[in-house]
Nanobody, 122 residues
Framework: QVQLVESGGGLVQAGGSLRLSCVAT????????MGWYRQAPGNEREQVAI???????DVADSVKGRFTIFRDVARNTVYLQMNSLEPQDTAVYYC????????????????WGQGTQVTVSS
């Protein structure tokens, strides 16, 4: 079984910064893509950022220039550095990873974190 545990959310004033972390534990063989989604009340879940196993990263246009995603392969961890936060960034942030396990080495399945609340006050 694989578990993703997030940390780093909280309350911050507009213009401030937060760093989210997400670490995967369990019977992991390989992790390919890692990423972050967010969901604000009344909105659909939207992709914020993704980083591939080769380290290629991309972020949504709405956060470009403010958010950075990066990963620590050795620690099975993905980070989301969020700078110049705006009230519209308020949402629950979810990490996900495409993981293959020791039992199923040839197939990657998506795993999700439990979500962490980010609230930006104006």
């Amino acid at each position: 079984q694989v578990q993703l545990v997030e940390s780093g959310g909280g309350l911050v004033q507009a213009g401030g910064s937060l760093r989210l972390s997400c670490v995967a534990t369990g019977n992991i063989f390989r992790i390919k893509d890692m990423g972050w989604y967010r969901q604000a009340p009344g909105n659909e879940r939207e992709q914020v950022a993704i980083v591939t196993s080769r380290g290629m990263a991309d972020v949504a246009d709405s956060v470009k220039g403010r958010f950075t995603i990066f990963r620590d392969v050795a620690r099975n961890t993905v980070y989301l550095q969020m700078n110049s936060l705006e009230p519209q960034d308020t949402a629950v942030y979810y990490c996900y990873m495409m993981v293959s396990t020791q039992i199923s080495m040839n197939y990657e399945y998506p795993y999700w974190g439990q979500g962490t609340q980010v609230t930006v006050s104006s």
